[in-house]
């Protein structure tokens, strides 16, 4: 099993930027995939981003060009850059690790809340 931490989240004004971290700890070495979700008020968590271990990465469509991921092997941490932000990145930010064995385990982290607002 794998514990996550976020961490980095506040309020900022819209064009703002933040960072995210994701610290893993537990079974480490099994990680395939890190990547994060964000749920709005009233709305179901989605998908935003995920690294793998060759640090390929992918984006929804409404983050491209204003967010990255990255990784920290050393720090077992991953770390989300938000620029230009809006008042529709709101949201509650979850930090997902999928890892490989005998069937793929998804572990979430608690959370963590971005507010966008002037």
């Known amino acids: 099993q794998v514990q996550l931490v976020e961490s980095g989240g506040g309020l900022v004004q819209p064009g703002g930027s933040l960072r995210l971290s994701c610290v893993a700890s537990?079974?480490?070495?099994?990680?395939?995939?890190m990547g994060w979700y964000r749920q709005a008020p009233g709305k179901e968590r989605r998908w935003v981003t995920n690294?793998?271990?060759?640090?390929?990465?992918i984006y929804t469509d409404s983050v491209k060009g204003r967010f990255t991921i990255s990784q920290d092997n050393a720090k077992n941490t991953v770390y989300l850059q938000m620029n230009s932000l809006k008042p529709e990145d709101t949201a509650v930010y979850y930090c997902?690790?999928?890892?490989?064995?005998?069937?793929?385990?998804?572990?979430w982290g608690h959370g963590t809340q971005v507010t966008v607002s002037s």
């Open positions: 997902y690790a999928d890892s490989a064995g005998v069937r793929v385990t998804r572990d």
């Open positions: 537990g079974s480490i070495s099994s990680i395939a995939v």
């Open positions: 690294i793998n271990k060759s640090a390929r990465t």
